[in-house]
């Protein structure tokens, strides 16, 4: 769950003395392998769940994760995340063998279950998702940041890093996502399902260098985050969210190269663990530190086991998808992980649990098979096929052994899938588990059916007939009921409005509503231009900006109608022949963050159409009366629907 013990820099003294500690604490790391005080003769696995709670009448984001914490004072696994909408829990770990996968299952139920009684006393649902489809930008602000000081002191540091003015994300699917933000909160878009497994220190770099390897397929069997800001993007949006929210980086006229925080890797492991972290100390600058009284040097020369803290805490600040985790087991011998961090949330705990036993087996079956996975792949290709896993997910195709082209599909099931039945059969786990899980995977890689498709289908369905925040809240309710049933997610059925029992749009923001895609005009443009636009785009409003976006006046088609009158009037004669001679100079806008009961009243008392929203002077979007039209013929169909059950 990270260290919670940390500050923020204040000065080059404390600087230096964590720095300090963090050199000594990777000469004791090292000591400690060189003369063989790991544990090696236990192999365990373990995980991390997080997940979203939302309003369960909204679907909206619920910031409520503080007082959930309250109610469940003593449980000590379940924390606290970055927003206050997110919460975490750590499942025990257990020998990678028997029924480990189904007990796996059953923790995190029976977890998630607490959680969940909780949570709904508050008015509230849980969720597991990547992303959560009804986030806004508007969440991701600061006042949405978990009170503690490591969030704090993170963010900050972060913050100080930043070259540009703000943090820039960009992302192409099948719609385009291109905006600024301030603080480094977006990472708190991300939800994830984090695996762990335990590798002795010789085994570390093989098994290391195959799960690189393995992350573009496990996440094109996982993905489940395509929906960003109403936004259709990756399959597993979650891998650019997550490197452009903490990317402090800017855009420079020389060719510098400057590592993101959150990165995939630069090459292959070659000789120990040790070559992560070196790098990565000398790579990234150290941001918070650690409050660390301990000294590792010292409990090495007394033959003691130190927690190396200092390094802890740098490891939590470098995100590497496949993280290298050193800890201390029960018995007081020290280990090594690989934490797994590609896998997101969700859509039910049996799907998680059956990508955990995936990966598990998958890494099992290639060590036994493969010497060395250097000598099948290129590095290059195996970072090339995790971009392309996280855009297309399923959808993709793989370059594999002997420069092999596969899509995604048939290396699941005629190569990957089989190798990780062996590889639990090899560490004994139950047949009846491996059989289930599995089987779980491979009729969801016969059908095509992971969370992402299932969401981009469906929203995409329902945009002709409501608008994108209720299909997202539709995405989210139908998700919430699929997951209490634990139903996996190939035999989920295509949402459809109908599937939302209460729709309440009177709470949305105008900035949740508005149209984004804009037509507009410039002051200059001909009049005759403006009428054969509307016609063509059968538009009753048309905003006037200038060059650089800002909102300058609004033509409507009663402006354009009393136009063309007085022109016949005058025998089709008119000096008023551009935008500039009839467009309204001064409409009324609204900004952002007004609700859409606030401008419905705006447009009402003021007898007009439509409302330009601005923000800073610049048109960002508009709503109209059809808008409105639209969600009231919702509403009546609902009322009518519930009429038609009351009388059956």
Partial sequence: MGE??????????????????????????????????????????????????????????????????????????????????????????????????????????????????????????????????????????????????RYKALMEAINSQLIGS???????????????????????????????????????????????????????????????????????????????SLDTRTTQDHMRERSPRVHFGRTWLNDSIMEIYREDIARYRVLIAGDVEEDSIALINKGQVPKLRALQVHN??????????????????????????????GPTVVDEVANAAFWLGAMEGMSDHVKDIRDHLSFDDVHDNFGKAARFGI?????????????AQDLLLKELIPLAREGLKKRKVDTGDIDRYMGILEERAKACATGARWQLRGFTNMRATVNPDEAAAVITATTIRNQEKEEPIHTWQLPTPADLEDYRPSRLKVSEFMTTDLF?????????????????????YMPVEDNKGNLIGLITSRLLLRHYTDSQKLNGKSKRNTVTDIMLAKPITVGPNVTLYQAMQIMRENKIGCLPVVQNKELIGIITEMDFLRISSRLIERLETEDKKERS
């Fill in 4 to 149: 919670q013990k940390v500050s923020l820099l204040q000065d080059s003294k404390q600087m230096q003395k964590f720095v300090q500690n963090l050199l000594n604490d990777v000469k004791a790391l090292e000591y400690m392998l060189d003369n063989d005080w790991f544990e090696s003769d236990v192999v365990r696995i373990g995980a991390e769940q997080e997940m979203c709670l939302v309003d369960a009448k909204t679907y909206k984001p619920a910031p409520i994760a503080m007082k959930v914490l309250k109610k469940m004072e003593g449980k000590d696994w379940v924390e606290t995340e970055l927003a206050k909408f997110n919460l975490e829990t750590n499942l025990t770990p257990r020998k990678f063998t028997g029924k480990c996968l189904s007990q796996l299952e059953k923790e995190n139920l029976k977890n998630l279950n607490i959680i969940r009684k909780n949570v709904e006393q508050l008015g509230a649902k849980v969720i597991l998702t990547g992303i959560l489809p009804t986030l806004q930008k508007s969440d991701m602000e600061m006042h949405n940041l978990t009170p503690k000081k």
């Fill in 166 to 244: 703000a943090y820039e994300l960009r992302l192409t699917g099948l719609d385009e996502l291109w905006i600024k933000h301030g603080s480094p909160m977006l990472e708190a878009c991300n939800t994830s399902f984090q695996v762990h497994l335990q590798v002795a220190p010789k085994q570390f770099p093989k098994l290391y260098n195959i799960s690189q390897a393995l992350a573009g397929p496990v996440m094109a069997a996982a993905a489940n985050s395509p929906l960003v800001f109403n936004r259709r993007l990756w399959h597993e949006s979650r891998i650019a969210l997550f490197q452009q």
């Fill in 316 to 345: 939590s600040t470098v995100y590497r998808w496949n993280r290298p985790c050193y800890g201390i087991s029960g018995n007081g011998k020290p280990h090594l992980r690989i934490e797994n961090r590609v896998f997101p949330s």
């Fill in 395 to 407: 959808d993709c195709k793989f370059t594999w052994f002997k420069d092999k082209k596969i899509s």
């Fill in 520 to 540: 507009t005009v410039h002051k200059d443009d001909l009049i005759d231009l403006v009428a054969e636009m509307m016609n063509w785009r059968k538009i009753r």
